[in-house]
């Protein structure tokens, strides 16, 4: 069964602080993975999107790694900002379909 | 460009009460999904349409009907409401199938009482 898995469930941090949000996965055949953020009271939006072949991608401050082997994902946060208060969301697309395995995110609080 | 739009963004139905959400988007994308949000689930597939004048069921189509209107607009019917439809929708677009980036409207809150 296609699944995306997301730990921890919630994460409270200090301004300034890094963090590391974890997605699992088992979705075949594999297409590529997003990470998305989703503030409260809006849609989602991407930040960045990973494919078979790479293991690392960058977008400011986030920072997304994949291992294809292992099924893993994980999104790093540096230098935390109040402004990244939010849920992030792992998704998931199966290739040759039109299905995007969504995780049930992490709901991410930046305290001052 | 106003990305993916939604109306309305709040609603309250009596139980078998009918309405529909109107989505649109003006990106040109041939590819355009409704979902469903709730607590501590993950976004779920209700329908979706690969292209203008096609329309297939996602994983919890039952409850609920669509229309392509046209490449643009893509609407979701609920017929008679039940409270377990009481969610956040979400409309979302993509050039085409198979893993392109989703852009998504900013969500329409229904609560069925």
């Known amino acids: 069964k296609n699944q995306v898995e997301q730990s921890p469930q919630s994460l409270i941090i200090l301004e300034g602080k890094n963090c590391t949000l974890q997605?699992?996965?088992?979705?075949?055949?594999?297409?590529?993975l997003r990470w998305y953020k989703q503030d409260t009271g809006r849609g989602p939006v991407s930040l960045t999107i990973m494919t078979f072949s790479e293991n690392t991608k960058s977008n400011g401050r986030y920072t997304a790694t994949l291992d294809a082997d292992t099924k893993q994902s994980s999104l790093h946060i540096t230098a935390s900002q109040l402004s990244d208060s939010a849920s992030y969301i792992c998704?998931?697309?199966?290739?040759?379909?039109?299905?995007?395995?969504f995780g049930t995110g992490t709901r991410l609080k930046v305290l001052a | 460009n106003a990305g993916v739009t939604q109306t309305p963004k709040f609603q309250v139905l009596k139980t078998g009460q009918s309405m529909t959400l109107q989505c649109a988007q003006d990106?040109?994308?041939?590819?355009m999904y409704w979902y469903r949000q709730d607590p501590g689930m993950g976004l779920r597939l209700i329908y979706y349409?690969?292209?203008?004048?096609?329309?297939d069921k996602g994983e919890v189509p039952n409850g609920y009907n669509v229309s392509r209107l046209n490449k643009r607009e893509f609407s979701l019917r609920l017929e008679s409401a039940a409270p377990s439809q009481t969610s956040v929708y979400f409309c979302?677009?993509?050039?085409?199938?198979?893993?392109?980036?989703?852009?998504f409207g900013p969500g329409t809150r229904l609560t069925v009482t």
């Open positions: 990106m040109n994308h041939n590819s």
């Open positions: 998704v998931v697309s199966a290739s040759g379909t039109y299905k995007y395995i």
């Open positions: 979302a677009s993509t050039q085409a199938l198979d893993g392109y980036e989703q852009y």
């Open positions: 997605c699992n996965y088992t979705v075949s055949p594999f297409s590529n």
């Open positions: 349409s690969a292209s203008e004048g096609t329309t």
